[in-house]
């Protein structure tokens, strides 16, 4: 089955540019007769094609899945659009996700934080909005009185130091630990002995709420995809450049053109799944080497019947074990069926991914009798994420650590020769770890092949 798929697409490969259906109507009106070959179809891979292609570039982007949209991923077997990947548009007022969605007509469900019940030890608790503001207002504070040295500090650290703040000596350790994995762990994606302050202050973001899209993320990557030349289970291992342009192994064999973009996410640079020749520069491999990875997963539950308030929005669940199931999306309100969401992030999440679909579903439906009471009616089903396990990701989302400059998102990405540019969420400083922060950076780098082409 491989193989016989292998020597398909191998045979499309063959002649893939001489192909003047795939050139499209676009390309054979060329005004630069430029190629070029972008690697990866999330939305990063999908904005720098389309920017090549409405810029005259024939444009061809080669996708290791057999599916486009990469952590943009809707998954749809529980009759009702679930995103296993993002979910949010974070910040819709001016967010270029936001007019994409316009464009597509994609309906938005704005996501209120602060419409939420936090369940505790001992049972319902309704100080949690106050709580956060407390615990933000304390981390804030010692960031601006530590600001030239947030890289070496550890998030751990940090709120270690703040615990003794007379503020916050109320509250308890779990409620401490519980806040620190909601507001930092589950938003970095990583643990707070490994995420540095700098991280937790790098980038900047779009005003207005939050929004969720209710017929699935991947509707945007669908719609960008229209018209572009796209080729999955197309998986480059090999990148070959010079100052006069760039040759792509896909599959054995090779693919010539003026320019190639590299969208590959971080976990899959640091793997080496692609080589490079010449190898790719010393600060490029070090920045590589040096940015975190971290892991976000998501377990949703189909339940027969709602048993919890069908308005509210977010569950949280204060534990002893801070990082186990401690923040619940209420999915009911967006799709109209009973469905609960558990994020987890880090140890814990990477934890669960080594467990079974119903073994993961199990430790979910104990996590929230611990919640709603022992006699809640068990799931139905589940489905599940697991980004570590996913050989095309390795992870969620990039994260900077203790000790290393926001600069590595610069020097990840640099180009090579003005012949390879570097895309991605991985690279961008200003809006990292995101959907619009990658579909910029995807932007940026096509202008700047089009600049160098002229
Ligand atoms: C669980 C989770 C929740 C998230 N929540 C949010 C959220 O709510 N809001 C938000 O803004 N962001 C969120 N993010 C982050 C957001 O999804 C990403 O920042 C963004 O989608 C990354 O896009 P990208 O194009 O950089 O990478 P990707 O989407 O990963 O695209 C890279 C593509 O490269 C392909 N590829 C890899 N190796 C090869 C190869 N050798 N050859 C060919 N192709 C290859 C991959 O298959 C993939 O399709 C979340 C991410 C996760 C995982």
């Known amino acids: 089955m491989l193989t016989s798929r292998r020597s398909i697409l ?4 063959s002649g893939l540019f001489a192909l003047p259906l795939l050139k499209g109507a676009r390309a054979a009106s060329s005004a630069n007769g430029r190629k070029a070959l972008v690697i990866g179809a999330g939305i990063a891979g999908l904005a720098a094609a389309k920017t090549l292609a409405d810029s005259g570039f024939s444009v061809i982007v ?6 486009i949209g990469g952590r943009l991923h ?10 296993l990947g993002a979910s949010w548009i974070h910040g819709t007022r001016a967010n270029p996700i936001t007019e994409l969605a316009q464009r597509f007509s994609q309906p938005l469900f704005d ?5 939420e019940e936090v369940f505790d030890l001992t049972g319902h608790d309704g100080r949690s909005v106050e ?5 933000a207002d304390a981390l804030e504070g010692f960031m601006e009185e530590n600001e030239t040295s947030l890289s070496r500090i550890s998030a751990k650290n940090a709120i270690r130091k703040i615990r003794q703040q007379r503020s916050l000596l109320q509250l308890t ?7 620190a994995h909601s507001l930092l762990e589950q938003e970095f ?11 937790v202050d790098e980038g900047t973001a779009f005003g207005g709420p939050d929004a969720v899209l209710p017929d699935g993320y991947d509707k945007i990557a669908l719609g960008v995809s229209q018209g572009l030349t796209i080729l999955t289970e197309a998986v480059v291992d090999r990148i070959e450049h010079s100052s006069k342009g760039v040759s792509v192994s896909v599959a054995g064999k090779v693919l010539e053109a003026d320019y190639a973009v590299c969208t590959v996410p971080l976990g899959a640079l640091k793997a080496g799944s692609i080589a490079f020749s010449p190898p790719l520069p010393d600060t490029k491999r070090r920045a590589i080497d040096a940015l975190g990875m971290g892991l976000l997963d998501k377990v949703y539950l189909s339940f027969p019947e709602p048993f919890w308030h069908e308005t509210v929005l977010n569950f949280g669940r204060i534990s002893t074990t801070h990082d186990a199931f401690a923040y619940w999306p209420n999915l009911f309100p967006v799709t109209g069926k009973p469905i609960l969401c558990a994020l987890n992030a880090g140890a814990f999440a990477l934890e669960l991914e080594k467990l079974s679909e119903e073994n993961r579903r199990r430790a979910a439906f104990e996590a929230l009798q611990t919640m709603f009471g022992r006699d809640i009616p068990p799931p139905v089903t589940s489905i599940s994420s697991a980004w570590q396990q996913d050989k095309w990701t390795q992870g969620s989302y990039s994260f900077l650590p203790v000790d290393v400059a926001p600069g590595a998102r610069t020097a990840l990405a640099a180009n090579l020769n003005s012949r390879v540019f570097f895309a991605g969420e991985a690279t961008v400083a200003d809006y990292p770890a995101t959907v619009h922060g990658a579909w910029l950076s995807g932007q940026r780098v096509a202008q700047e092949a089009i600049a160098h082409a002229r």
């Open 131 to 135: 709580r956060f503001e407390i615990f």
């Open 173 to 179: 350790d779990d409620e401490i630990g519980f806040l």
């Open 62 to 67: 080669l996708e290791a899945r057999s599916r």
């Open 189 to 199: 994606a990583a643990s707070t002995t490994e995420l540095s302050l700098a991280g």
């Open 111 to 115: 996501w209120d934080y602060d419409n």
């Open 10 to 13: 191998t045979g499309i490969l």
């Open 74 to 83: 809707t998954d749809r077997s529980l009759g009702t659009p679930l995103d």
